[in-house]
């Protein structure tokens, strides 16, 4: 969840910086004409400490950014969002799309100086389908009716159905067998100490404070330029710009009033760039369906009715965002253009709460039924200022309908862990960073609904399953997409969610790292391309 945002990692590849092509605007000349000279340190930043590096555990935005760094796939995208080799050099696709041999790289070696064989790939394959195992990004690989290894760097996937999204799963990061073969993944010390194959290798986890990673290099790639990546933990936005500000870190996701307000100085152009472009991911306040005040799909249609999401996006976001429908950005091909947004209308909020039987019985303002005033709690995480000031916008407008609404800030680690994840919450305000396929399986699937996955709200719709499934098996992009403007309509009338906005990415990153270009993908696809030039360079490694 996430990818993205503050939860989530919704896709098995993690997203960088994740785009369309438009760049809206940026300040981004003076791109590298020099030679590339390796040193320096990249200092990045996050409003939460990563959970766990362990991958396929990993379901928060800042655990998976970190393992992006330290782990490969065996595919991923270019910057033109096309799938391209990562651990596998090349594949074929066989018997209608049903097989995938997979022909790995030679001469690959985990960051202790292991050799990474079809081995790694089948024990993460094992792990991914243990039921033992808690992760959310099992559902891909059930569909898998047996995994072959052919030699050490040749595998054969052999699937029970057709499965368009079978390719791009396997952008999943693959773990290191000997280290893991006899460890619980979810109690190992792997999990604060990994090893991988990727452009950077651990060195080492402050809690709260900071995640050090040093340059492979023996990376298959090549060595990444800059030496050093810390991942920097301040969990607040104000005092994360003023480190950006004093030079503290190199990158953070601008909010919307810096971008357009606190920005425009002279000083700030000189050391920073900034870029715009559409995010490929979304917000939205998720409903417990268990609940009894929101089994009703009246009392959520009438929540959509209340609230006005272009006021969020003019006050919040300031105009930097569009209206959100369901989950999948305008532009993409799953995305249905035919669904009309539901105008903002109090009055019709109200007929609908009416006849779902609350009504002000007692003249208090407040509405009520069966003796129960409708009173509910958002639950967000501390540090997204946007999302507090949404929230607040919320509490306003259900107000005016006769419902009073709480919030509740809390640390992240705890608002996941014991509250999503244990679905002790009445609604959440949280954010989706989307996987390039809109497989949306372990989101909206009534299977996926278990501790720790993906669909904490308990959303059930039997003709919404079914779709689920039957997208899994279309490869045709445009019979597909069919398929999941349907989901899209279906999940628009349902409101499991109160689809709020997708925002524009907002990165600004220093001046002194070149080769920074925009691409289709964002912005971060090829970092280990980055580099400062010797009389740039700030830190020493």
């Not at 909010?255 to 870029?275: A, G, H, I, M, N």
């Not at 609908?352 to 709690?377: M, V």
């Not at 407008?397 to 009073?404: A, D, R, T």
């Amino acid at each position: 969840m996430i990818k993205k945002s503050g939860i989530v990692i919704a896709g098995k590849i993690l997203p960088l910086l994740a785009v369309f092509f438009l760049i809206f605007s940026s300040f981004n000349d003076g791109f590298a004409e020099e030679t590339p000279c390796y040193g320096d340190t990249f200092v990045s930043s996050s409003i939460a400490d990563a959970r766990t590096l362990v991958p396929i555990l990993a379901t928060d935005s800042a655990s998976g950014n970190v393992v992006g760094l330290i782990f490969n796939g065996l595919v991923k995208y270019n910057k033109n969002i096309e799938l391209i080799g990562d651990l596998a050099e090349s594949w074929d696709i066989l018997d209608n799309g049903l097989t995938i041999i997979f022909h790995l790289r030679k001469g690959v070696k985990w960051h202790d100086g292991q050799p990474f064989t079809s081995r790694d790939v089948r024990f993460t394959y094992q792990k991914l389908v243990d039921p033992d195992v808690p992760t959310p990004y099992g559902g891909d690989f059930k569909k898998i009716e047996y995994l072959q290894l052919i030699d050490d760097y040749t595998v054969k996937v052999k699937y029970q159905e057709p499965f368009a999204p079978a390719l791009a799963s396997w952008g999943m990061a693959i773990m290191p067998e000997h280290l893991l073969k006899n460890s619980n993944l979810v109690t190992t010390s792997f999990s604060r100490c990994p090893v991988g194959t990727g452009p950077y290798k651990f060195k080492r986890w402050r809690s709260g404070e900071k995640i050090d990673l040093e340059s492979n290099h023996r990376y298959f790639e090549h060595r990444p330029w800059i030496n050093g990546y810390i991942y920097k933990i301040i969990p607040e936005q104000t005092t994360m710009f003023f480190e950006l500000q004093t030079q503290g870190i190199d990158y953070m996701g601008l909010s919307p009033l810096q971008y357009k307000r606190q920005t425009d100085t002279r000083v700030f152009k000189k050391r920073f760039q900034k870029f715009r472009y559409p995010s490929f991911g979304y917000t939205y306040m998720g409903y417990n369906l268990l609940d009894e005040k929101f089994k009703d799909k009246k009392v959520r249609q009438a929540i959509n009715y209340a609230v006005d999401k272009q006021e969020i996006i003019d006050g919040v976001l300031l105009g930097l965002g569009r209206v959100c429908t369901g989950p999948f950005v305008p532009g993409s091909w799953a995305y249905n253009k035919n669904i009309e947004v539901i105008p903002y209308d109090p009055e019709k909020a109200k007929k609908l709460l009416n006849q779902a039987g609350w009504q002000d019985s007692d003249a208090d303002g407040w509405l009520d039924k069966n003796g129960e005033r409708f009173e509910f709690t958002i639950l967000s995480n501390q540090g997204n200022d946007g999302r507090r000031r949404t929230a607040e916008i919320i509490q306003r407008k259900l107000k005016e309908i006769g419902i009073k609404v709480n919030i509740r800030i809390l640390e992240w680690a705890v608002f996941l862990n014991e509250f999503v994840n244990k679905k002790r919450f009445e609604a959440v305000l949280l954010g989706w960073s989307l996987s390039r396929d809109p497989d949306c399986f372990d989101i909206w699937h009534s299977s996926k609904t278990k501790e720790s996955e993906f669909n904490f709200v308990s959303y059930c719709n039997p003709e919404v399953d079914n779709l689920l499934e039957e997208g899994r098996r279309i490869f045709d992009e445009k019979k597909r997409g069919r398929v999941y403007h349907q989901i899209h309509q279906l999940l628009y009338q349902d409101q499991p969610y109160l689809f709020l906005y997708v925002a524009d990415a907002l990165p600004a990153v220093h001046r002194r790292f070149k080769a920074v270009e925009p691409a289709p993908i964002g912005i971060g696809y090829n970092f280990i391309d980055w580099w400062v030039p010797k009389t740039e360079q700030r830190y020493l490694h």
